[in-house]
């Protein structure tokens, strides 16, 4: 499993002695709207319960904490970096952190939402070292992380018109973009996407490229913004034929480790992203729901969408 091999460059530190800990990490897994609705109804006082203890862990004055909890990657347990970077959400008048970004583990540099992803893709998906995966980030924690634990890892940023498509800058970056990649079809073992499709004006041929090149039985695996009581995608901002942006909601940009700038933010999806999957092709395409306390994947339910190639 992915959890071992990601624990195995991770020197001197305790270890597993059994699959419980593997199993513990609940996952609700969700294919429509109504069935979300259905979810959140059920779960209502669990939500309730899960954020009056994140309030109550929160200190009076806003300054950096710890919170102890079990590292996934280093399969340890640590106290997680927990500070106020990032701030927006007030919940009854506290300040909460911005738990997705935060709660970084001292030992392997990774956030929630990174340790999140290495451990819902290692239940999920059971990569093995061989396959072949294609992060679209090369310059982060995560990356690095990916990159030393399989064998046959593509990583990328957008560049732009600078470098051709497949391409590499002086610093050693490959260039692709998401609508036009430069990969094969039918090539890729795993797309793995994390806050990215936001970021591209025609998200559907992103979508559809991800599936030309994903193999038979692979795995397009990636986090966005969602609204999750939103039926529809909320379209933010859209590009005219002659590339002139119109902005129909406020500009909201997001860190770029390329632009000092950020990076416009298009879209904020919702469940219509789905059935945008299944359109260009994939099988089938759920998001994943997880909260966990013992993992410190805190901040309400975070969530991931899969979507699988037949």
């Not at 109504?34 to 929160?58: C, D, P, R, W």
């Not at 092709?281 to 994947?297: T, V």
Request: hydrophobic share 35%; with cysteine.
């Amino acid at each position: 499993m992915l959890g071992k091999i990601f624990s195995s460059f991770i020197k001197g530190k305790q270890r597993d002695k059994g699959d419980a800990v593997l199993r513990a990490l609940r996952i609700s897994k969700i294919s429509s709207y109504k069935n979300y609705m259905l979810h959140a109804n059920e779960s209502q006082q669990t939500n309730i319960a899960n954020v009056s203890f994140e309030k109550g862990i929160i200190p009076d004055a806003c300054t950096e904490f710890t919170y102890n909890g079990y590292c996934y990657v280093c399969k340890t347990p640590v106290d997680f970096i927990v500070d106020f970077n990032y701030s927006y959400e007030v919940v009854d008048g506290v300040l909460m952190p911005n738990w997705r970004e935060r709660l970084v583990c001292p030992i392997c540099n990774l956030n929630n939402r990174m340790r999140a992803v290495v451990h819902v893709f290692d239940l999920e998906c059971h990569p093995n070292r061989s396959q072949r995966i294609y992060i679209t980030e090369q310059t982060t924690a995560l990356y690095k992380l990916f990159n030393k634990s399989f064998s046959t890892v593509c990583g990328s940023e957008y560049l732009g018109s600078s470098v051709d498509c497949g391409g590499f800058n002086s610093k050693g970056i490959r260039n692709e973009d998401l609508t036009r990649l430069s990969f094969g079809s039918n090539e890729i073992d795993f797309i793995l996407s994390f806050d990215v499709l936001e970021h591209v004006p025609n998200y559907k041929k992103a979508l559809a490229e991800c599936f030309r090149c994903i193999k038979s039985g692979g795995v397009l695996f990636f986090t966005v913004p969602f609204v999750r009581t939103s039926e529809k995608n909320i379209v933010r901002a859209h590009l005219t034929q002659t590339g002139e942006i119109v902005h129909l909601l406020p500009p909201e940009y997001h860190g770029d480790p390329i632009n000092s700038d950020g990076c416009l933010c298009f879209y904020h999806f919702g469940w219509e992203i789905l059935e945008d999957l299944k359109a260009v092709g994939f099988k089938d395409s759920q998001a994943l729901f997880y909260w966990s306390k013992y993992f410190g994947y805190l901040g309400g339910e975070q969530l991931i969408i899969v979507a699988r190639k037949a």
